[in-house]
């Protein structure tokens, strides 16, 4: 395991990002959802208001993320579960992870997405998406308290892990940094609780 070894990406905000779509409330966004207007399953998500395309998942990642909610799931206890790119809605964002544990039971949503305070881990799998992972969506996570953040990194085989957010700011971010290489294992904490250790080796395809 190494420590801050990947180059830190900017956490300056966006004024405009470089692939926006439309500019919304989250409140519009989910009027939006319930006129049809956007049909369950379109591949876009909200991100500090815009509206933007999700990347295309090759098969690479497909495989990340299936073994990343196996491994999860076979550790985390009564209490909580593990969903897949499923959104969490924070005051401007609704972004949808590749992987998050979600406090409570799926029953407990059947009105609302979970909240930064329900989710106590969230995972993005990283190919394509490796600039937006570590700048956009890092932010957002960090603004939103999301306690843990994980990148399983495709391009450079490895999983980075985000912890101590910041909050809300100018440039929110994390102030923990740790990479973890084939070889080593990385711990899976919960509510501030090692709920224990999966090897990177089988989070990577």
């Not at 990406?9 to 989910?30: D, I």
């Not at 843990?148 to 990194?153: F, G």
């Not at 912890?163 to 080593?184: A, I, K, M, N």
Request: hydrophobic share 35%.
């Amino acid at each position: 395991m190494s420590v801050a070894t990947a180059p830190p990406p900017t956490s300056k905000r966006f004024a405009v990002p470089p692939e926006p779509v439309l500019q919304l409330t989250v409140g519009q966004y989910h009027e939006m959802a319930r006129a049809g207007v956007l049909q369950d399953g379109e591949p876009v998500e909200l991100l500090e208001g815009w509206l933007v395309n999700k990347m295309t998942k090759y098969p690479p990642h497909s495989v990340a993320t299936f073994e990343t909610r196996r491994m999860l799931e076979r550790l985390v206890g009564e209490g909580w579960f593990v969903d897949t790119q499923e959104p969490i809605t924070t005051h401007d964002s609704e972004p949808e992870p590749d992987v998050s544990v979600v406090r409570g039971c799926r029953r407990d949503y059947a009105d609302h997405h979970p909240g930064p305070h329900d989710v106590g881990l969230v995972v993005e799998v990283a190919d394509t998406s490796l600039d937006r992972d570590r700048g956009w969506k890092k932010r957002i996570y960090a603004a939103a308290r999301i306690g843990v953040y994980w990148i399983v990194n495709l391009v450079d085989r490895q999983v980075e892990v985000f912890t101590d957010p910041s909050g809300p700011g100018d440039q929110p971010d994390y102030g923990t940094h740790q990479v973890f290489l084939p070889g080593d294992q990385v711990p899976v904490v919960l509510d501030r609780n090692e709920v224990g250790r999966i090897a990177v080796h089988d989070l990577l395809p």
